[in-house]
């Protein structure tokens, strides 16, 4: 039995990677430790080549994807997060039916004509966008200057061409208007601060750090996205103290509790009895790596299991229903490694103490059509010897940070718990006898202060 | 004699200060580029059939322009058109959440009425045609409004 739980949570954890590989939108903006990636994710269409357009595209867009910029933490005197930016183009008819909505949906198309973007979504709101670009553009770097709208920007320059103004167009926002000059002309001039930006007057200015990709994470209003301060160290020179962030958390999980019993002297005695459990937690959590987080919890564990069977041996048949309570008192120390975005796997041991075992025994005994009951409905404490419980958790954690810093402020992260016990749960006379938990429940992490 | 002279007087006044009256309708069209790059069209004409052409081009400014007249017929085949598309009842702006690519501005006015209509990287056919139209009269100008 025990086997087949294992099966079930392997595939469960499968599934839940292979689910989580995508992205959900077209434009992602998402923090993996100590740096933000802002991810685009386009689906190419075209009148001609799919895969030529996409390795065109490609090529275009190398000089302005990747980009790496420096985000600056709230102590200049600390070190900095990073801010990367990666594109992920793929031809519209190998993304299956279910995910084109995870992409931009861009048609390259023959002709002469001028590129267009159908609409500006915010990234991380699981809409995507799209446009119709020609193959033969302007130059490359009109590609560049698209990508950005993809992401959600709007232009940077002031549209002093008639149509323009006719629709009301106002990119600067800043309350100036055209010159008659300038309209007469049909200018474009780049609004204030933006002279060098891809999204000014000029797209073959590469993009900015500050205009163009802190602009698209600021766009989403994540606090997530702020530096976190376990990103941001102090310079080695710094002689103010490191401090350690020691983040209070509390955990509450509940689920299955499995308990084993086998007699060494008697091989074919096999016991399950199953129920449920509660597990209440509290404890510490400090971030150890920009990917690692070490927690120590004072556990309090309670597992109540029953067994029901029936058996006939010389005509008598025997019907015994037992039930065992365990109190248990433990300290658990995890490791959480952070695998993706949104998944984390947890493992570490447990020890404890049993400091509540109580059971009860009843059942009633038949023969020759006479019936008598024994034992008792009663829970009695249980005596003998109680070892010392030790035992190793495995986990799975996502994350659903609410806070900005790595660890997060009121951060909720609910999780999968196995609980494998080491040692035996009772001392009975070498009798193997475990308790096992398997657990769902989530983790809250206060505010550091 | 002399009153027949003073009626003759006046209706010619009258008729003269109705026909020096406007005609029925006044156009504007702007079409081009919405992009930091690109070439953009001015197309005016009044109510005399009086064109004014003007072609510009992003950081270049004026590139072409031209000034010509179309005959009162041709005005009235566009004021036709006008009718015809249902110019008055289509929508102020179409596909206007689009950046970058091209669009059209068109703006009617006839008499006490005026309706302005913009079009970005679509097409509307009632716009098509009446674009279409004012194509046909003047391609002798060698100019051709396109979007």
Known sequence: MLGKILSSIGFLLCLCLNVSAQLKQGTTVKREGCTVYIT????????????????????????????????????????????????????WSEIRAADRRKYHHVKIVSGQGVSYVNDLTTPNTGKSSGGTWYRHEYSPKVYCHETLHLCGLPDHYRDCRANRIALGVDNCKDGDTCT?????????????????????????????????????????????????????????????????????????????????????????????????NINIGAGIATSITDKIVGLGTLNYNYSSTSHSDEN?????????????????????????????????????????????AKAKNYGTSTYNGMTTSYGSEEFSKITGGKNI???????????????????????????FNFYYPITNSLDFAGNGNKMYNINVGALYKFTKN | MKNLFILILLLSTSFSFCAAQSPDYFMVIYAGSNAPWGKNQSFTIDANGNCKYILTEVGKGAIDSNLFTITKTELQELSDQVKQSKFYTLKKGYNTNSVDGTSIYIKVTQSDKSKEVSVVNTHIPEVDALVDKLNTIISTQQIKIKY
Not at chain 1, 71 to 88: E, F, G, N, T
Not at chain 1, 233 to 258: F, K
Request: charged share 20%.
């Open chain 1, 389 to 415: 419980q030790l035992g190793f958790n495995l986990g799975l954690r996502k994350d659903v940070n609410l806070g900005n810093n790595a660890i997060g402020i009121g951060a909720i992260t609910p999780y």
């Open chain 1, 312 to 356: 006939t041996t010389g005509g008598t048949t025997n019907q015994n229903n037992s039930t065992i309570r365990f109190g248990r008192l433990s300290m658990k120390f995890q490791l959480e490694y952070e695998l993706t975005n949104d998944f984390s796997v947890t493992a570490g041991p447990e020890v404890g103490a049993l400091f509540c």
């Open chain 1, 180 to 276: 008659a000059a300038q309209i007469a002309a049909g200018a474009c001039p780049s609004c204030p601060g933006y002279e060098d930006d891809c999204l000014g007057n000029d797209v073959t200015k590469p993009f900015s750090c500050n205009n163009n990709l802190m602009e698209i994470v600021r766009m989403v209003h994540d606090y997530d996205l702020v530096c976190p301060d376990s990103c941001c160290e102090l310079e080695e020179d710094d002689h103010s103290s490191t401090s350690l962030q020691l983040i209070p958390t509390i955990s509450l999980d509940a689920g299955l509790a499995i308990y084993t019993h086998k007699n060494k002297n008697f091989p074919d005695f096999n016991q399950t009895y199953s129920g449920y």
């Open chain 1, 40 to 91: 685009l994710q386009i689906g190419v269409e075209s009148d001609s080549s799919e895969a030529a357009d996409v390795a065109m595209l490609q090529e275009a867009l190398e000089p302005c994807w990747p980009m790496k910029c420096d985000m600056p933490c709230a102590d200049p005197r600390k070190k900095i997060c990073k801010l990367a930016s990666r594109v992920i183009i793929k031809k």
